[in-house]
């Protein structure tokens, strides 16, 4: 696992923008490279799009995870 996350950190630092969009793409299986990237766009200008599910950084704090009316 350390290999991988170092080689991904190193694809974010070298160009945070188009890692975003090749997520994106994956996981959503877009490939038109116009909606990527006004995809990617509203994402850097927005202050509520996560790239992770905010599930995750409750995950290990289910008082937390109450609070917010999520479950598991």
């Known amino acids: 696992m350390d290999e991988m996350k170092k080689e991904i950190e190193k694809m974010m630092r070298a160009d945070y923008r188009t890692f975003v969009k090749a997520l994106v793409s994956i996981e959503t299986g ?3 490279p116009d909606l990527l990237s006004e995809m990617v766009e509203k994402y850097m200008k927005s202050e509520d799009w996560m790239l992770i599910d905010p599930h995750f950084y409750y995950y290990g704090d289910p008082e937390m995870a109450w ?3 999520w479950e598991w």
């Open 67 to 69: 609070k917010e009316g």
């Open 30 to 32: 877009e490939e038109d």
